[in-house]
């Protein structure tokens, strides 16, 4: 393990087997772990019964508890947490990957219509057969969003207009999916109705043990997904021609890595619904952190996605301490003015360009 | 522009129809005299007479109102921006209208009267933040204003997620708040037409009296200063009659949306962009288009009733699809006036 000059300067650690990570890539990742470590702490040390840390830490040491306290905190507090963390993560960080495919820095699964479109076919699964196994709901979210990534593409093909035109074309997308759902919600009974209006706002009220185990090949795959496509994700950003001077197969390399963002995004909303905005705010935050690109760009961006959400489930949780504020109202509430603020930031840059 | 008067009266006899279908077909189906004998002699202890009188006439009529109001709104909206996707939706004004609605109700527990004048505010406040929107981003160069859509559809999605949010802090009120802020018709709000129909009249004929100079406007604003119109004037007066109009449509029923987005687009080939034909034939139009939408939410998915805004935005989103992969994706895009 040994600390380099990169060409820019900028030091650079290079371990034994050739890996090379940027200093300031390693600080902020080290920050992010410890804000989400931090918030995570909060999180559990939150809510109506009165619990937290040094209860965890008694009941580790093998100390008995009372019902109500350990029922908060291993029932409730720790797999929303848990569950919120792993969706944030993959929500950004395929955020991150579309942005690149895209070369559109205001890319996202939920303005895209992606996440709306893996809602609507586990909406049509759960309305049209109520007693098909829970297993292969993420399956349907994944047919979902790779139809709305289809039809996404097919209608902007040849796109020229700065990348604008194709955020219009994803609320179009999303406008239809939505109608769609509020004319499913009709059709599936009282019961399955209220807990899908829920869901659909995007809600870590339902999270479980059985939800994380669910969810949990999905979230590891993110990590050897992001080892693979870091470094193509970086050569993506130059354009396909230079892209495949670079030696990038892209004809090929660019479904594969659509496939796993969508896959990505669609496993989120499976677990806990649709995080609008989530997709675009995380990598710029991340950015303004640190300006990494490829791998690096990918983790950050997962980190700071599951940061957030941690945040914004607190949030939810102080601010509405008797009623259920789902949490995708209030990453919008929060997503929208940094969004224009992006859209600002993008202007400064690309004037000439429109 | 031959088609002007065959279009105009094919249009209002489709309108006639549809509204006498609304009238007559249902779940209990009324034949056409009864229907005409409910207006001529009404009898309180016909039952099919109570339905007409009570239920769907004032539903067809808010239905008519809504349809006309938000047509006409796009209609000059599109051509003042000169933007095809401009409607009181994509701009922000319906979704100002509805929070500060949801806000005088749940915040200042204020009654319905006084929701409605809120609405109003609502609506001028949407579209005011969807421009301050525009300017901050300072992309108001972009010769195509896609930006003007885009900050129009943040600002709609950031404030219909508040007014969302506020709903929760009261789930009893809530029940009463969800079916409008999907944009519903409903027979149970005949009350607030008869309080805010006079604001869209009075909106409508504002707009029509100011049909000549808003069509130099479009032509070109400096041939219209040249021909003696106070441009700067006439173009905030007709934006603000435009915003009160819709405003009160949305206190009445609810963010009802992309009539003003779909209707301009129905109506603009056969009759141009003359706002003195344009105008009266959005509105014909836009009812009837209501008229229709609110047909298929009783009866395509019978026996349930859904809620006339979601077949709208039904509509309404694909038709949005349609007209960014017209006017912006096309090989030879960009060429709208």
């Given amino acids: 393990m040994k600390i380099r000059r990169a060409l820019d300067g900028k030091s650079v650690l290079r371990l034994r087997t050739g890996l090379e990570m940027r200093l300031s890539n390693l600080w902020a990742c080290l920050f992010l772990v410890f804000a989400a470590t931090t918030l995570a702490v909060m999180s559990i040390n939150v809510g109506f019964t009165r619990t937290g840390v040094s209860d965890l830490g008694h009941l580790a040491a093998g100390e008995r508890l009372g019902g109500a306290e350990v029922f908060a905190l291993l029932d409730v507090r720790m797999p929303r947490i848990l569950t919120g963390f792993m969706a944030g993560w993959c929500v950004a960080m395929a955020g991150a990957m579309l942005q690149a495919l895209a070369r559109n820095p205001l890319a996202d699964p939920g303005l895209f219509g992606l996440s709306q479109g893996s809602m609507v076919t586990i909406m049509v699964l759960l309305a049209l057969f109520p007693t098909a196994p829970r297993s292969i709901i993420p399956l349907t979210a994944l047919a979902g969003g790779l139809l709305v990534a289809l039809t996404l593409i097919w209608l902007v093909r040849g796109d020229r207009s700065g990348g604008l035109a194709i955020l219009l074309m994803g609320i179009a997308i999303e406008t239809v999916l939505s109608s769609v759902t509020g004319i499913l919600i009709l059709y599936t009974p009282a019961e399955t109705s209220y807990a899908l209006s829920d869901w659909l706002a995007g809600s870590l009220f339902r999270a479980d043990w059985n939800g994380i185990w669910a969810f949990m090949p999905w979230f590891a795959l993110s990590i050897p997904a992001a080892f693979v496509t870091g470094r193509a994700l970086r050569s993506f950003g130059l354009g396909d021609d230079m892209a495949m001077a670079l030696g990038e197969p892209v004809p090929w390399s660019r479904p594969t890595f659509l496939f796993v963002a969508v896959l990505l995004s669609s496993a989120a909303v499976a677990a806990v619904g649709p995080l609008i905005f989530l997709g675009v705010m995380a990598p710029h935050l991340a950015g303004i952190l640190s300006p990494a690109t490829g791998r690096a760009r990918l983790f950050l961006s997962g980190l700071t996605g599951g940061t957030l959400v941690i945040a914004a489930d607190i949030l939810t949780r102080l601010v509405a301490a008797d009623v259920p504020l789902q949490l995708g109202l209030s990453l919008s509430l929060i997503g929208v003015p940094l969004f224009i603020i992006a859209l600002r930031l993008r202007a400064l840059r690309t004037i000439s360009n429109l | ?337």
């Fill in chain 2, 1 to 337: 522009m031959r088609q002007r008067w065959p279009f105009l009266i094919i249009a209002f006899f489709l309108f006639s129809l549809t509204l006498l279908a609304s009238l007559s077909v249902g779940a209990k189906p009324v034949p056409f005299e009864t229907v005409f004998l409910t207006f001529t002699s009404f009898d309180t202890n016909d039952y099919a007479h109570a339905i007409v009188w009570y239920q769907r006439w004032p539903r067809a009529l808010i239905a008519v109102y809504v349809g006309a109001v938000m047509a006409c709104a796009g209609c000059v909206l599109q051509g003042l921006t000169r933007n095809p996707l401009s409607s009181p939706t994509t701009l922000g004004i319906n979704s100002g209208a509805a929070m500060f609605v949801v806000i005088a109700s749940f915040v200042f527990g204020m009654n319905e009267q006084a929701q409605g004048y809120m609405a109003l505010a609502g609506a001028l406040f949407g579209f005011f933040s969807c421009l301050l929107v525009v300017r901050l981003v300072g992309l108001s160069q972009d010769p195509r204003r896609l930006v003007l859509i885009l900050s129009g559809a943040l600002i709609g999605m950031l404030y219909l997620s508040a007014a969302n949010a506020l709903l929760l802090s009261d789930p009893e009120l809530r029940s009463n708040f969800l079916g409008w802020l999907t944009g519903n018709l409903n027979h149970a709000y005949a009350g607030r037409l008869f309080d805010y129909w006079w604001i869209g009249a009075s909106a409508l004929a504002l707009l029509f009296g100011l049909a000549r100079p808003l069509t130099l406007i479009v032509i070109g604003e400096e041939k219209a200063a040249s021909a003696g119109v106070n441009v700067v004037f006439v173009c905030s007066l007709a934006f603000m009659a435009v915003a009160v109009s819709a405003g009160s449509a949305v206190a009445i029923c609810g963010p009802l949306g992309f009539v003003g987005l779909i209707v301009p687009h129905i109506v603009r080939p056969f009759v141009g962009t003359s706002f003195i034909f344009s105008l009266p034939a959005c509105a014909v139009t836009g009812a009837t288009a209501c008229l229709l939408a609110d047909f298929v939410a009783r009866f395509a998915f019978a026996p349930y009733v859904v809620h006339t805004g979601v077949i709208l935005d039904l509509v309404g989103g694909l038709v949005f699809a349609w007209i960014v992969k017209r006017y912006y994706l096309a090989r030879n895009a960009g060429s709208w006036t």
